[in-house]
């Protein structure tokens, strides 16, 4: 859900160290703002200093059965230890046919529907399921006084955990208190710590007894 600013700045910095961006786009169908943009390609410039990720995972539900596809443009340039300008196509390309004998056919043709009218309406539907999910968490947690961040353009909602608490804390927090589970920040990086993150991917029934659940002990 980075702004195309944010974007530019990414590329233009690319470009003036030589670096390749690995963009990845797991999330991309959960943007609903028509300002963000889908994909790095749509930042000028991109094309040479970017490689992109795709994945059936999130938009589709194919979590598990390992389809993906990755976006290495040709013309793509890398610098070799000695310096010379080496083509990233033909080492990736190389690199996966060594490596992978390809996704199971029966999962290939579940990515093929994907992309058929009714596939795109089923995927839409889901999508937006979710996304009223994100809504139900972020309203809920507000409304208990805790401060949110997230769950628009994206399936995830992040609070700021309440009386300082670590990560963890939170974590063994809600867990002995609530029976419920979410994932720390502080798992992601140092700058996550004292935040949390909730899943909108689950059933509507899930997310209301969860935040029956939450918002009954942190009620003041
Ligand atoms: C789920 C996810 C992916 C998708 O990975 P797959 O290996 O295709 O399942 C990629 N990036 C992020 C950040 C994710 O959460």
């Not at 006084?145 to 949110?148: C, F, I, N, Q, R």
């Given at each position: 859900?980075a702004t195309?600013?944010?974007?530019?700045?990414?590329v233009?910095?690319?470009?003036?160290?030589?670096?390749?961006?690995?963009?990845d786009?797991?999330y991309?169908?959960f943007?609903?703002d028509?300002?963000?943009?889908h994909s790095?390609?749509?930042?000028?410039?991109?094309r040479?200093?970017a490689?992109?990720f795709r994945?059936f995972?999130?938009?589709?539900g194919f979590?598990g059965?390992r389809?993906?596809l990755?976006?290495v443009p040709?013309g793509?340039?890398g610098?070799a230890?000695?310096?010379?300008?080496?083509?990233?196509?033909?080492l990736?390309?190389?690199?996966?046919?060594?490596k992978?004998n390809?996704?199971?056919?029966i999962?290939q043709r579940?990515a093929?529907?994907?992309?058929?009218a009714?596939?795109?309406?089923q995927?839409?539907?889901l999508i937006?399921?979710?996304?009223?999910?994100?809504k139900?968490i972020?309203?809920?947690?507000?409304?208990v006084?805790?401060?949110?961040h997230?769950?628009?353009?994206?399936?995830?909602?992040?609070?700021k955990?309440?009386?300082?608490?670590s990560?963890?804390?939170f974590?063994d927090?809600?867990?002995?208190?609530?029976?419920?589970?979410?994932?720390?920040?502080?798992?992601?990086?140092?700058?996550?710590e004292g935040?949390f993150?909730i899943s909108?991917?689950?059933?509507r029934?899930?997310?209301?007894?969860a935040?029956?659940r939450i918002t009954?002990?942190?009620?003041q």
């Open positions: 859900m195309r600013e944010h974007l530019e700045k990414w233009a910095y690319a470009k003036q160290h030589g670096s390749i961006i690995f963009f786009a797991a991309e169908a943007i609903t028509p300002a963000i943009p790095i390609y749509e930042i000028p410039g991109a040479d200093c490689i992109e994945s995972s999130k938009n589709a979590t059965t389809c993906a990755t976006v040709k793509l340039k610098k230890a000695d310096g010379s300008e080496v083509e990233i196509w033909p990736w390309n190389r690199r996966q046919s060594t992978f390809g996704v199971s056919y999962v579940g093929e529907a994907v992309y058929s009714e596939g795109q309406a995927t839409k539907a937006s399921f979710y996304m009223e999910n994100a139900i972020r309203e809920q947690l507000t409304s006084g805790l401060e949110v997230g769950g628009i353009n994206a399936p995830y909602v992040w609070l955990t309440p009386d300082n608490l990560s963890w804390d974590f927090k809600l867990l002995v208190n609530c029976n419920v589970v979410g994932t720390p920040g502080s798992g992601f990086g140092a700058a996550g935040y993150r909108a991917f689950n059933s029934d899930n997310v209301n007894e935040m029956a009954a002990k942190f009620k």
